[in-house]
């Protein structure tokens, strides 16, 4: 799966975590916008680049991309002007980082690995575990994983889940190593069950990454999991503090009204935004709040599932993020 290759119209649960993620530096981050230095793997767009300009004023933006062909089309698209594209992959940015930190020397780090790739998951984490070692207090770090149990093994024709799911879990074993959490069963290996699985995965490369400093302290600040078509993503962000100021950074956040802060690295919320038309979303708009969500979703003349609890959620899932959620109009050029 190559999460680039994904045209963003089609993705409204991203689209809405995204905004989720600007929200949170928002109330994270305290210093001018120029203390900032924002990296991430901005795709041919440079969407997340242009969104934090836009939103937070930042200006020391930088996109990795290896793929030569997107690194040409993202010189191309360049918009603000002093994005720092680089023909580099992770990998790389990761080997160098003592070499990018001496050009931002008094500045916090905001990174974000969006991993879409399901067979690399124990490299992404040894890249994730080896950049969080080098970062600083107050610095942020974002990862996004594949969290679909499918990309372990298909059912086969005639199998049993249960034989499915053991297969499963020894090529998780496979691909983790030593970040496999103690004590999985086999019974895990389903949408809901891989989920705090990869969890705490990253929360023991993020434990790891810390041991030499026995000060600071990663904090998860928000997970999210979400699905737009065929795989299930999970995305953890993570900012380093120290541990004397775990609890008042914590009570700042809420204060804020920052709701979605995980009570643990397994607390994770889920984005299950329906995708809607023009006219539905106008719709539903137009009598939001005028109707408690029962008795709006009962008068509705459409479903978003056949099950009618879940139709429900995914209503109250759009009342909640709709002021986040994408408009798409075609432009004739």
């Known amino acids: 799966m190559r999460g680039g290759n994904v045209s963003y119209n089609l993705r409204p649960n991203k689209f809405v975590e995204r905004q989720l993620f ?38 020391k933006l930088v996109s990795l991309e290896a ?4 690194y040409q089309r993202q010189l191309f698209n ?7 594209c680089r023909n580099d992959s992770t990998e790389d940015f990761v080997r160098d980082f003592d070499v990018f930190t001496n050009l931002y020397s ?23 575990e080896t950049l969080l070692s080098q970062l600083k207090d107050q610095d942020i770090l974002k990862i996004t994983m594949n969290a679909n149990p499918n990309t372990l093994g298909e059912i086969r024709s005639g199998e049993k889940q249960e034989d499915a799911q ?13 970040y496999l959490p103690d004590a999985i ?23 790891n990454a810390v041991q030499d400093d026995p000060r600071s302290q990663p904090i998860p600040v928000a997970i999210f999991a979400y699905q737009d078509g065929y795989h299930q993503m999970l995305t953890v962000t993570v900012r380093l503090t120290r541990k004397n100021e775990v609890d008042s950074f914590r ?48 008068e509705l003349p459409f479903r978003f599932h056949q099950d009618n609890e879940l139709s429900l959620k995914i209503l109250e899932a759009y009342a909640e993020h709709y002021r986040r959620y994408p408009s798409y109009f075609q432009v004739m050029l």
């Not at 793929?67 to 997107?70: E, G, I, Y």
């Not at 069963?185 to 434990?207: D, Q, W, Y």
Request: proline content about 4%.
């Open 78 to 84: 360049l918009r603000p002007s002093y994005i720092d």
């Open 185 to 207: 069963e086999h019974t895990e290996m389903t949408s809901r069950g891989f989920v705090p699985i990869l969890c705490n995965a990253i929360e023991k490369a993020s434990l």
């Open 67 to 70: 793929n030569l062909v997107v």
């Open 106 to 128: 008094e500045e916090e780090f905001i990174i974000w690995f969006d991993y879409a790739e399901a067979n690399a998951r124990r490299e992404q984490l040894i890249e994730y």
């Open 166 to 178: 053991k297969r499963r879990l020894d090529a998780l074993q496979g691909q983790l190593d030593v």
């Open 22 to 59: 600007v929200e949170l530096l928002g109330k994270v981050c305290d210093q001018p916008p120029d203390q900032y230095v924002y990296v991430s793997l901005g795709g041919p767009q440079l969407e997340d680049q242009r969104l934090v300009h836009q939103r937070l004023g930042f200006t």
């Open 251 to 298: 009570q700042d956040l809420q204060a804020q009204g920052w709701q979605y802060l995980p009570a643990d690295w397994e607390d994770a919320t889920q984005i299950n935004v329906p995708n809607l038309t023009a006219k539905e979303r106008l719709y539903i708009e137009g009598l939001l709040f005028s109707k408690d969500h029962e008795t709006l979703h009962e």
